[in-house]
């Protein structure tokens, strides 16, 4: 039986895992979390819509539904020519057939960052947002910003989606309390036109929705750094907020850019269509997925929870076909778009982009229970309770 290493317990990680599993490899999945996160659905962690757990599978409830094995412990070096992990224990593994490193992306680092917290970083950031909020409103009165940063190395690693999420979402929960107009909420990013990578479409109608809900602006201005009461940005001009909720861009993880994996310019993992990674110019026995691999393609290409599971798919494909002597691939190329229902706390717009078409139709009330009950289906098709949808 052969012997497969997967690092890191997200979208990318447990998909592979399970799909190995059953395909009879015996598959060891490495996670510095003992849970898997289905960030998504976590938008409502803030405004106490759902609970932290209710975003969290136990990654023991995946282990036992699919028969790998778990490793909770941190990467903390990948020397893939010697076929060698090490992890924050002092634990080696060094036996694997085949190496699948899924460990996601880290942060840009922005002066004053601790000032800020963030929907996208370390989970527990969720329910800090929370208590912020509940405090604000207990407060009765105040500002917040929301914001995202870019990555000029790679623009596929920069996500603003949960952002304009978030702040919808505190908007209708400021409403539902009667105190919405006691609160400036304002939206910054350093692009003339944030969120224009979903389509002309899509940005008309934020725009629609911004004025209607009396939400402030201040884009196209690069952020210099971040103060316990506002933000600073280039030209020395000031956003007051007495709560900051900003997203770094993605950039390369620390693990790989410290190993010997070759890497794109902004420190992700370089992978040809198959996710296979060219070590001295031959194919090695080490894959990358998920957000930890340099999307190649269009301008527009965004790291998505849905191309991470294709990548997930495909590896596990390409593993089989390799090991089967075939010259067989799934690429993850064609499977490019942008595909997402971005919550606007009262309804949804379902966004999609792919190289013919950009659009976004808005889908009131349904649009929120819809993206509910896919949290639902994530849960348990992962657990394997249901058959995946194809596509979903
Ligand atoms: C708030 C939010 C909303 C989103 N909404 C959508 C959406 O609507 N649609 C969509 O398609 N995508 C969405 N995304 C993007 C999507 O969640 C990511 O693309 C997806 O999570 C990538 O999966 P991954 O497995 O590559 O990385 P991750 O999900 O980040 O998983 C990485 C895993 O590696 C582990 N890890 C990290 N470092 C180490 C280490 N040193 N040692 C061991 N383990 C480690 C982590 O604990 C984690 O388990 C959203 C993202 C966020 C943050």
Sequence with gaps: MKKVLILGGGFAGVDVAGYLSK?????????????????????????????????????KELQAAHGFNLVVDGVTTIEAKENRVTLSSGKIIDDYDYLVVAIGAQKMKHPGIENTLSICAVPEQSMQIAETLDKLIAKGSGKIAFGFGG?????????????????FNVHNLLKKKGVRKNFELTF??????????????????????????????????????????????????????????????????????????????????????????????????????????????????????????????NVAFNIQERDKNSNERK???????????????DGAGFVFRDDKRAFMFPMPIVGHL???????????????????????
């Design 151 to 167: 990555n000029p190395k790679d623009t596929s690693a920069v996500r603003g989606g949960p952002g304009f999420e978030l702040m």
């Design 23 to 59: 395909a009879n490899y015996n598959v060891t999945l490495v996670s510095d979390r003992d849970y898997f996160y289905i960030y998504p659905t976590s938008i409502w962690v803030p405004t106490r819509e759902v609970t932290f757990k209710d975003v969290c599978v136990d990654l």
């Design 331 to 345: 690429g993850y190329q064609e499977h490019l778009n942008i595909l997402c229902v971005m919550d606007t706390g």
């Design 370 to 392: 819809m993206k509910k009950g896919w949290g639902w289906y994530c849960r348990n098709t992962k657990l394997g309770k249901f058959p995946r949808l194809p596509g979903m």
């Design 188 to 313: 910054f990013a350093p692009m003339a036109q944030p969120g224009a990578r979903m389509g002309d479409q899509a940005l008309a109608m934020m725009d629609k929705m911004f004025s209607r809900q009396e939400l402030k602006r201040r884009f196209g201005k690069k952020i210099k750094r971040f103060e316990e009461d506002g933000v600073i940005f280039e030209d020395d001009s000031k956003l007051e907020s007495d709560f900051t909720m900003f997203i770094p861009a993605g950039a390369g993880h620390e693990v790989v850019t410290n190993s010997d994996l070759p890497t794109s310019e902004a420190g992700f993992v370089s992978i040809n269509d198959f996710c296979e990674v060219t070590i001295d110019d031959e194919i090695s026995n080490v894959y990358a997925i998920g957000d930890t691999a340099a999307l190649e393609g269009p301008d527009w290409r965004a790291k998505q929870g849905h191309v991470a599971e294709v990548m997930a798919k």
